[in-house]
């Protein structure tokens, strides 16, 4: 397609050419790395994975320029930034933008209306877990930085000035977990063996990391008696027979390569080390979980820390030592610089069914030789399992209240969407009773027709008017692990949730004179993505409440890679989205973009998606070589 600059495409935005405006350039490409010691091909976001933090400030129009110098095609979806009024900017092939084709560049252009933590990854197929993803941080206006729920940690005039410091020059610590097999790989040994493989090889911190085999008896303590994990692999794994995390009878473990699994050798790659300056009092670590597949677990030896943001989005202090992130998630937190003149262990574990520790180093000391090693344990938190110690405590989610202490859900919902999440075979989970087809990511993009194919089936786009306030339950049934839903477009309220009980209401309304407890219509949190409890052998439920400002085609997924490729998702239809005006650029791209693509490749997505296998994988793109 034609090229277009920067500074047409912001003419054609109605965007001001002034120091206002952050102009990035995103250069996708294809490279080999070994950041656990392992060479294998990447994908790379101008030269490196994770690409480059973008620091913003609130207020600030923001430009992104983005190379697809791979040979897949992609896209770039800003996690966590609404996109009000500029949706055509959030990145989902199929709903709001045709993908970008190798040697091809599109623009991205939104305002940074909110502030705080977020990041940026590929919305194509699973390659953001090849390394196309990196940070995204916008600092808070002086309105908002006053207003913070800091001044709980302190009111002192001194140190309240240096955590304001600290919060707009935060650390940013990327969890990413890490294999020797690319995505597309991994794709088709699932459909081949019709195993859904979550045995990673490393946790990476920062892009930086090392694989890690310890003894078996540091296992035992979390198999012995566990009916999830009885016995566990090399690299700390169920195995692949596993009836518990693979319960379908068609499972083919012989046809995997041993190695996933079983084979596991220790290397001594650098590790990351967070420099510190504790003549500065506090540092702020902004915790981004960048996974394709586990949440995390993570802590700092000998610190404390005091959360005081969710997804960007400010939340009352609390003082923990460890915390759950979830797949997608972000967690702003403070620590103060008190502690001997040292180097400290970062521990970041995996969640999840396999055993799995990470590493990297908070320096004081700032010394050369700091990342060639694991820190000696200082009064660790938690275990090699993600397990929080005894005499520690644990960020419980459930009890984040939205900052300022105003924030208030609505306190009624005129819609109600109750979504069945189901896994319907080795292949396909399934968000809403039915699954995401794979082809749709190839379709017309609903933004620009909203009555292409991806709105046919009722159970994948769900329609509801301007003004509604939503309900969406979602209902986990027995089989599920937990998942992790990001929904795209404006934040949600999570007022509700239990384990062990069936959803058997029509409405929330109902369900709080059944059970008042399982509900805060208070001060919840404020998040875009919500951690659905595990239900493994009972049922468990969550919902969330927003209320729908202006028309859209909001994506809303699981955030497990393997899930969302095979079918977690919806499209939320709001409002009537042909009223919504798009800038003649991105008409163009889509005009273009559409002419362009195959139609016999379609038709071949089709074929393998729409195939006897009712959980077919989606069309072959061809990986890195």
């Keep these: 397609m034609k090229q277009t600059t920067v500074f047409s495409v912001l003419w054609a935005v109605g965007l001001a050419v002034a120091s206002s405006v952050k102009l990035f350039t995103l250069d996708l490409t294809v490279g080999s790395i070994a950041p656990d010691g392992t060479k294998r091909q990447a994908y790379l976001i101008n030269g490196q994975t994770p690409g480059p933090n973008l620091i913003i400030d609130q207020g600030d129009e923001v430009s992104v320029t983005i190379n697809n110098r791979l040979n897949v095609p992609s896209t770039i979806h800003f996690h966590g930034i609404e996109q009000s009024g500029t949706l055509w900017s959030d990145g989902v092939p199929g709903v709001t933008q045709h993908p970008i084709q190798p040697g091809s560049t599109f ?66 610590i990327s969890l990413v977990d890490w294999t020797h097999w690319t995505s597309e790989e991994g794709l088709t040994l699932w459909n081949k063996s019709r195993i859904d493989i979550t045995c990673i090889d490393s946790v990476l911190i920062n892009g930086k990391g090392r694989q890690i085999c310890p003894d078996p008896s540091v296992f035992l303590p979390y198999t012995t008696g566990n009916p999830v994990v009885p016995n566990a692999t090399a690299k700390g794994c169920p195995y692949p027979n596993n009836t518990v995390t693979q319960p379908f009878p068609d499972i083919r473990p012989d046809l995997l390569d041993p190695s996933i699994y079983f084979e596991c050798t220790n290397t001594t790659t650098p590790l990351e080390v967070i420099e510190v300056d504790p003549k500065e009092t506090w540092v702020s670590i902004a915790f981004v979980n960048m996974a394709a597949i586990w949440d995390f677990i993570v802590s700092i030896d000998d610190h404390p820390l005091w959360v005081y943001a969710a997804d960007g989005q400010y939340h009352d202090v609390q003082k923990v030592d460890t915390i759950g992130v979830s797949t997608g998630d972000r967690y702003q937190v403070m620590i103060k610089l008190d502690k001997p003149w040292n180097d400290y262990a970062i521990r970041v574990a995996i969640s999840g069914s396999q055993l799995m520790s990470g590493y990297a180093t908070l320096s004081y000391t700032q010394s050369k030789g700091s990342g060639t090693y694991i820190p000696d344990p200082v009064n660790p938190a938690q275990g090699y399992g993600g397990d929080t110690l005894p005499g520690f405590t644990a960020l419980n989610i459930t009890t984040l209240q939205a900052f300022p202490p105003s924030l208030h859900p609505p306190q009624k919902a005129n819609v109600t969407l109750a979504m069945d999440l189901i896994r319907l075979d080795a292949l396909t989970w399934v968000l809403n009773s039915d699954p995401f087809a794979a082809f749709l990511e190839l379709e017309e993009p609903l933004l620009f027709d909203p009555h292409s194919p991806a709105s046919l089936n009722p159970k994948l786009a769900l329609e509801y008017p301007v003004g509604s306030v939503v309900d969406v339950v979602f209902i986990a049934h027995p089989g599920n692990p937990s998942h992790v839903i990001h929904k795209h477009g404006t934040k949600a309220w999570v007022i509700g949730q239990s384990s062990g009980t069936n959803w058997t209401w029509s409405n929330v309304a109902e369900a709080q004179k059944d059970v ?46 393997t899930h969302a490729v095979s079918g977690m998702d919806v499209t939320l239809i709001e409002g009537d989205p042909t009223t919504i005006d798009i800038p003649q650029y991105y008409r163009d791209f889509d005009q273009q973009a559409g002419q362009a693509r195959s139609q016999t490749k379609i038709r071949k997505a089709r074929a393998l998606t729409r195939g006897v296998d009712s959980g077919s994988l989606l069309p072959r793109i061809v990986r890195p070589s």
Excluded at 112 to 118: D, E, F, K, N, V
Excluded at 537 to 557: A, D
């Design 107 to 172: 623009v991205a252009n939104w305002t940074a209306t909110q502030h705080g933590m977020y990041w940026y990854h590929s919305h194509s197929r699973a390659i953001y877990g090849d390394g196309v993803r990196g940070g995204l941080f916008i600092r808070p206006n002086s309105k908002n930085l006053n207003n913070s729920p800091l001044s709980q940690i302190s009111n002192d005039p001194d140190e309240l000035a240096a955590l304001k410091k600290a919060h707009s020059n935060p650390k940013i």
């Design 516 to 561: 008042p407890y399982a509900f805060n219509l208070d001060r919840p949190s404020l998040r875009d993505g919500f951690t659905v409890p595990a239900a493994i052998t009972t049922p468990s439920w969550l919902v969330i409440r927003y209320e729908v400002l202006e028309p859209g085609v909001i994506f809303m997924h699981c955030h497990v890679n």
